[in-house]
């Protein structure tokens, strides 16, 4: 194959791509992301390919199997475009009517299109949903409509055209300039300005210098930078590519979790067509620039999303952090400056080199530019990815994009920033979401997980589910991280399990403080933030807990007791049944049931399984 | 069990030659339990002199990261994912389901070899929380009685 050798040639490339694409009459793009392979996807896009092959429709008709397109709680999805029809959980018995009503027709089958849960309206197209309606989509725009393992796809979207502009129209000082102007800050959870970043590292004297894509996306509950790297590698590999330029760097690194192997089979596949077209190597577009790009699989160690722990995972190391400075940019990987990004963050290079800082500022807040992709998860109607502007309300998310909460319940919290954020309550969904608001509240923006919660969730056996993550998780470096997440974690147990005493919460409070005060890494000034932002707001449930001997949201096992409501029973012997432990005692159409509580392990198998609601959970101890 | 050493040296040679800048250590760790599914201690032995790092060294990596496992898995590897998503969805009364079921902790492998059960921080599938893993393979929206059903009918 022919190598891009200039910035003309690529356009030719970009020009034939984009004429191969509109040469096609119809485009079906179903989804291929994680969530949707978990739903069963495959099945459906293999018999896609035979029917299409049956009916000898290839030609005319392209199957394109695209990244994550957000929407994972419908999943399988699928679009027949240009007409639009978006159907969702899709079966591969759907696939035969589809293609004859649909593809061939232009008819819409009713039981596939999306129903909206608040109106029960059908709703014909992808655009049309709320879900999608109320979302800006930058980085993520491109998701849903190219093939990630194609790199033709790519450039049909003028991709690599920032590449060029930053190769041949600016000088690095202009780039970082670009970059610094445009008020990119870090997605990957501190928000540190990119280019101030990019600045530092450019000014270091000693060579090499390495760029390092920081896809250890390790904060629970979020899936971004997977779905960014599954479902469009390229964009990141040209934002790698821009960053290195700027900053003079000739390798790079992406670290990527093991645990995400569609991510590293995409990344893999984009960095050899990379090569082949000579987009990586030497003298990439002619420029005399060289750049190649190694990729890392993490190891599963949460610590090694901080930056200076990464960097000793590279080396072959135990990950552990070090202190701070010497920065990265100073002295880095292999003691070289370094530059290390996030997965969205290069995402977000190539739009602002093509579009310009202006175009990026004028989305956003004064202090927090751009869109931000967030994991909506939790106790919320419409699950998956989103990508809104910064400033958006975290009611307008929870409300308008993810469609309210499940089952007439109401909403309790919200929980951004993974184990090193907290919880906002209900009072505070009207602040707008931006770096700076976010950590007023006690919170902070992190990596971009956001987990609703419920009436029925447990503030305090949440802050006991960070602190034990974190207590695990920690690299066991420094003392008070160590031992102080530790014992923290000892005081939660206690308390959800009926031994709190007073002056507990006072102590939490006290010992968080030291430990953020004292910590060497972010893992340890953060890791107390769930315990202190659940206390600031959520002190009642944490003294129910420990003075009433009760947890009000039903979830701490030995706080709570299981009830048969006699008037509901009507001795059907289905919890009976069920029950791992003999601990409910009846005859089949006899008197209501008995449940002995000192047998019961609240498993909750006989609540599942009442047809009747007739087993209740009480808050509190049996007397 | 008779181990294939050999296979070690070819690992150990292939990793180094890929690896431009990395160390090469973590890729040679990983793909020795691709192979042989765990980290056996003679295959560690082995991979240690070949690298040229003593096997405190090497031993102090494995035993660092959560993904190596220093004794081998059952035939029906079990993962229940208890990130944030699926843990306010319910994980822990899987996990206490499945430890029920099968009679054994988190971290361990039945008596039978047939399964082992471990939990997992976060597997990025938050939107169909809660999820397990059954030999890799994802199931979403679990449930207890998908539980039962997929331990005693399609596992057998």
């Known amino acids: ?623 | 069990m008779e181990l294939e050493l050999e296979r070690v040296d070819e690992i150990v040679e292939k990793n180094k030659e890929e690896a431009q800048k990395k160390s090469p250590l973590i890729p040679v760790l990983q793909e020795i339990q691709n192979t042989y599914g765990w980290l056996p201690e003679e295959a560690m032995k082995r991979a240690a002199r070949k690298l040229g790092v003593s096997l405190a060294i090497l031993s102090g990596v494995a035993s660092f990261y959560n993904e190596f496992r220093l004794k081998p898995l059952g035939e029906n590897h079990i993962v229940v994912c208890t990130g944030t998503a699926c843990h306010v969805r319910g994980a822990p009364l899987l996990v206490a389901e499945l430890e029920r079921n099968l009679d054994i902790k988190v971290g361990q492998v039945t008596e039978d070899q047939k399964y082992s059960l471990e939990t997992a921080r976060c597997v990025g599938s938050c939107a169909v929380a809660p999820v397990i893993l059954v030999n890799g393979e994802f199931h979403g929206n679990m449930t207890k009685k998908k539980i039962s059903d997929l331990i005693n009918d399609e596992l057998q």
């Open chain 1, 1 to 623: 194959m022919a190598k891009i050798a200039s910035p003309k040639d690529l356009e030719q490339y970009q020009k034939r791509a984009k004429a191969a694409r509109d040469k096609i009459e119809t485009f079906i793009t179903m989804c291929g992301g994680t969530g949707c392979q978990g739903s069963g996807c495959q099945e459906v896009i293999n018999e896609m390919d035979n029917k299409l092959a049956e009916k000898e429709l290839q030609e005319s008709i392209s199957l394109k199997v695209t990244g994550c397109q957000g929407f994972c709680e419908k999943g399988p999805l699928m679009v027949v475009r240009p007409a639009g029809n978006f159907y969702c959980n899709i079966q591969p018995d759907d696939v035969e009517e589809i293609i004859e009503k649909t593809v061939l027709k232009g008819e819409s089958i009713s039981r596939l299109e999306y129903q909206d849960p608040k109106t029960e309206e059908h709703i014909l197209k992808e655009e049309d949903i709320p879900f999608y309606q109320n979302q800006e989509r930058v980085v993520f725009k491109n998701n849903g409509f190219i093939s990630p393992t194609k790199i033709e796809d790519y450039f049909s979207v003028d991709g690599y055209s920032g590449l060029a502009e930053a190769l041949y129209n600016m000088s690095q000082e202009e780039i970082i300039e670009e970059v610094v102007n445009s008020g990119l800050r870090g997605r990957g959870g501190g928000g540190f300005p990119t280019g101030q970043k990019w600045k530092f590292t450019h000014q270091e004297d000693s060579n090499p210098k390495y760029v390092i894509c920081n896809s250890d996306e390790g904060d629970p509950g979020a899936y971004m930078d997977r779905s960014i790297l599954e479902g469009n590698p390229h964009l990141v590999l040209e934002g790698m590519m821009i960053g290195a330029y700027a900053i003079g760097a000739s390798l790079g690194f992406i670290y990527v979790r093991a645990e995400y192997p569609l991510a590293v089979k995409h990344i893999n596949i984009a960095i050899e067509q990379a090569r082949e077209w000579g987009l990586l190597g030497e003298d990439i577009l002619g420029s005399g620039f060289s750049f190649d790009v190694e990729i890392m699989e993490g190891a599963g160690a949460f610590i090694c999303g901080e930056e200076t722990a990464l960097m000793a995972s590279i080396e072959g190391k135990r990950g552990m952090p070090r202190p701070k400075p010497p920065f990265p940019a100073n002295s880095g990987l292999w003691g070289q400056p370094t530059n290390i990004n996030n997965v969205e963050t290069f995402g977000n290079v190539p739009l602002i080199i093509k579009n310009g800082a202006d175009w990026f500022n004028s989305i956003g807040t004064e202090n927090s530019k751009g869109s931000k992709i967030f994991s909506l998860v939790g106790k919320v109607n419409n699950t998956g990815l989103i990508e809104v502007p910064m400033g958006i309300t975290l009611r307008e998310i929870v409300f308008d994009v993810g469609g309210g909460i499940p089952g007439g319940k109401e909403v309790k919290a919200v929980q951004s920033g993974g184990p090193s954020g907290g919880c906002i309550p209900k009072d505070l969904l009207d602040i707008p979401v931006d770096f700076d608001r976010l950590s007023e509240v006690g919170s902070i923006m992190g990596s971009g997980g956001l987990v609703v919660m419920d009436e029925d969730t447990c503030m305090v056996d949440v802050a006991k589910f960070f602190l034990d993550f974190t207590q695990d998780e920690s690299c066991g470096e420094c003392p008070p991280c160590r031992i102080g997440t530790r014992r923290m974690l000892e005081i939660l147990n206690r308390i959800t399990s009926g031994e709190g005493k007073e002056g507990d919460i006072e102590l939490l409070e006290r010992l968080g403080e030291d430990i953020i005060d004292t910590s060497l890494c972010g893992l340890g000034q953060t890791a107390p933030n769930p315990v202190i932002s659940t206390i600031q707001y959520f002190k009642d449930e944490y003294e129910a807990h420990i003075y009433d001997k009760s947890c009000p949201a039903g979830v701490c096992q030995d706080l709570i007791y299981y009830n048969i409501i006699e008037e509901e029973c009507r001795a059907c012997d289905r919890c009976r049944r069920v029950c791992p432990v003999e601990a409910i005692e009846g005859e089949p159409g006899g008197n209501p049931y008995i449940l002995h509580d000192d047998i019961c392990i609240r498993c909750g198998n006989c609540i599942e399984e009442c047809p009747f609601s007739a087993i209740e959970i009480v808050p509190g101890q049996k007397e």
